[in-house]
């Protein structure tokens, strides 16, 4: 993992997306993991609003290394988050 991009403990749920933060040289970089996302690394389990936060924290590690991979080669959208 990359020391110079280090994630938060914040998750912000919303309608089809989870929202967590990275930081990269004193920025914060949102970052967006979408239910369907969630449930592929999880075993395909349905990912709702009720389960999403207890989901991500199962496969935390693998969503954190997508969001990395895709901060290190600078893939953001027009607002300047992450989407995976």
Known sequence: MNQSIIFTDQLYIEAD???FIAQQQG???NCYARFSTISQLCEQQE???SNAAN???LCRFDLEDKAEAQIEREVFN???DVEI
């Open 55 to 57: 989901l991500f924290e």
């Open 47 to 49: 990912v709702n609003l």
């Open 78 to 80: 027009d607002k300047g």
């Open 27 to 29: 920025a914060n970089i």
């Open 17 to 19: 997306k989870v929202k």
